[in-house]
């Protein structure tokens, strides 16, 4: 339903004005015979007979004219993530909110598949921008596990977060393994990260750990940990940084 004063200025147009009745917003023609009032988001239509309302008669054609004009349906808007679907082919569902320094890129979004339009158009950006694309999370890219004393801990998928980086830096950046250990629990992983942003090289050290579970081979524990290593990394540059902060 439309405000009080988009229906204000539909009325004027019609020659008619707004009518103070109360608590009940209320418009009358220029004749001020006939007039409609919002009641409980509901446009009611209305006659003015010896100073009563009346509201079992139709409406005259040239007042009718003005409320199908206030009751006309605003037309669908498109969100942000279907003007992104229409432009790149992806079927995505996350609503956010686009970067205005770069129209059709969304906030958070992080396709699947990688396109050479995307890529051409994100390399017009420069690489800051494309960093702060990652600054606050979608809901729906936040993962839960349990944590120690049965508190739900929040994360990102590690997929996820390697895909941010090849978005943000364009595939150039790297990581780098400086220890391995295998504990009690699973693995300990010490390493760090380098990307290229505006022909700036920025290193961030991190380590990253991986539980031992069971079914799940000594190797693709380590990755796990590896992995880990390169998200928190990637978090002290501010991927997804509001979920490892707590702030979501």
């Given at each position: 339903?439309?405000?009080?004063i988009?229906?204000t200025?539909?009325?004027?147009?019609?020659g008619?004005?707004?009518?103070?009745?109360?608590?009940v917003?209320?418009?009358?023609?220029?004749?001020?015979?006939?007039g409609?009032?919002?009641?409980a988001?509901?446009?009611?239509?209305?006659?003015i007979?010896?100073?009563?309302?009346?509201?079992?008669?139709?409406p005259?054609q040239?007042?009718?004219?003005?409320?199908?004009?206030i009751?006309?349906?605003?037309?669908?808007k498109?969100s942000?993530?279907?003007?992104?679907?229409e432009q790149?082919?992806q079927?995505?569902?996350t609503e956010?909110?686009p970067?205005?320094?770069?129209?059709g890129v969304?906030?958070g979004?992080?396709?699947?598949?990688l396109?050479?339009?995307l890529?051409?158009?994100?390399?017009?950006?420069?690489?800051f921008?494309?960093?702060?694309?990652?600054?606050?999370?979608p809901?729906?890219m936040?993962?839960?596990?349990?944590?120690?004393?049965?508190?739900?801990l929040?994360?990102v998928?590690?997929n996820?977060?390697?895909q941010e980086?090849n978005?943000?830096?364009?595939?150039?950046?790297?990581?780098?393994?400086?220890?391995?250990?295998?504990?009690e629990?699973?693995?300990?992983?010490?390493?760090?990260?380098?990307?290229e942003?505006?022909n700036?090289?920025?290193t961030?050290?991190a380590?990253?750990?991986?539980?031992?579970h069971k079914?799940?081979?000594?190797?693709?524990?380590?990755?796990?940990?590896?992995?880990d290593?390169?998200?928190?990394?990637?978090?002290s540059?501010?991927f997804?940084?509001?979920?490892y902060?707590?702030?979501?």
């Amino acid at each position: 339903m439309k405000s009080e004063i988009e229906i204000t200025e539909i009325v004027k147009r019609h020659g008619g004005r707004h009518l103070q009745f109360g608590n009940v917003p209320s418009w009358v023609n220029k004749a001020q015979l006939e007039g409609v009032e919002l009641r409980a988001e509901k446009i009611r239509p209305f006659w003015i007979q010896d100073g009563s309302r009346v509201y079992d008669e139709a409406p005259s054609q040239p007042w009718q004219v003005a409320i199908d004009e206030i009751e006309a349906k605003e037309p669908e808007k498109k969100s942000d993530v279907q003007k992104y679907n229409e432009q790149t082919g992806q079927n995505l569902k996350t609503e956010q909110v686009p970067v205005d320094a770069a129209p059709g890129v969304i906030v958070g979004i992080v396709p699947d598949t990688l396109t050479k339009a995307l890529l051409e158009k994100w390399a017009k950006m420069p690489a800051f921008e494309r960093m702060l694309m990652f600054q606050n999370t979608p809901e729906d890219m936040i993962e839960t596990r349990p944590g120690p004393g049965g508190k739900q801990l929040k994360y990102v998928k590690g997929n996820k977060i390697l895909q941010e980086l090849n978005i943000a830096f364009l595939f150039n950046w790297s990581s780098t393994i400086e220890e391995v250990k295998e504990t009690e629990t699973g693995y300990w992983v010490r390493g760090y990260i380098t990307v290229e942003a505006d022909n700036v090289s920025i290193t961030r050290a991190a380590i990253g750990t991986a539980d031992k579970h069971k079914g799940v081979n000594s190797e693709d524990v380590a990755k796990a940990a590896a992995t880990d290593m390169i998200k928190k990394a990637a978090s002290s540059l501010g991927f997804n940084g509001d979920v490892y902060r707590g702030e979501v």
